[in-house]
């Protein structure tokens, strides 16, 4: 059964840079069929597509963070990294890691719990 | 366009049914996926593809396509089933994904 765990700071300062890592268990990242990807929920508001890392590697972001965004993954750790540059107050939301199935209507079957970051001076 | 929209809130009368729906072009090419998410938890699939319910669903969930609107429909309402459905897919260019706004479903 697979499991997705964010981890990282909760409390950022305008300008810097955030670093998320999600720890993947009970299927390898680089295996066949899936898309790794980062959605965030500001508060009381929908979920926002930020971006994601195919199995192979190559990496798609949502074109209104595309600037700031970068997806990385270490596959000995079986972890994936989110960096967001440039924080802003508009950055504090919840931010879940979640499992993509790479075939037409890429489903995100399994999901963190998410984990919350606040921007603020 | 690229985007997916959806009615802010929904009710239903516990047992009953409702639909609710999701409407974009995208739609057109792409299936929709349907999320539940109730206060303080992650989201969870519930309808993914033309109508498949991932495992440990209620079969009370199920999934619709016409045309550019995708509809889920809760086919005896529990109140368990209280919570925010979003609707998403694709985007237009195939590889990114959009998500609707949201609708939050009221079981009186």
């Known amino acids: 059964q697979v499991q997705l765990q964010e981890s990282g700071p909760g409390l950022m300062k305008p300008s810097e840079t955030l670093s998320l890592t999600c720890t993947v268990s009970g299927v390898s990242i680089s295996s066949g069929g899936y898309l790794w990807t980062w959605i965030r929920q500001h508060p009381g508001k929908g979920l926002e597509y930020v971006g994601y890392i195919y199995y192979s590697g190559t990496t798609y972001y949502s074109p209104s963070l595309k600037s700031r965004v970068s997806i990385s993954r270490d596959t000995p750790r079986n972890t994936f990294t989110l960096k967001l540059l440039s924080l802003t107050a508009a950055d504090t939301a919840v931010y879940y890691c979640a499992r993509g199935a790479t075939d037409s209507v890429m489903a995100l079957d399994s999901w963190g719990q998410g984990t919350l970051v606040t921007v603020s001076p | 366009s690229s985007e997916l929209t959806q009615d802010p809130a929904v009710s239903v009368a516990l047992g009953q049914t409702v639909r609710i729906t999701c409407q974009g072009d995208?739609?057109?090419?792409?299936?929709a996926n349907w999320y539940q998410q109730r206060p303080g938890q992650a989201p969870v699939l519930v309808i993914f593809?033309?109508?498949n319910r991932p495992s440990g669903i209620p079969d009370r969930f199920s999934g619709s396509n016409s045309g550019n609107t995708a509809s889920l429909t809760i086919t005896g309402a529990q109140a368990e089933d209280e919570a925010d459905f979003y609707c998403n897919s694709r985007d237009s260019s195939g590889n990114h994904l959009l998500f609707g706004g949201g609708t939050k479903l009221t079981v009186l």
């Open positions: 995208t739609l057109k090419t792409y299936y």
């Open positions: 593809g033309k109508n």
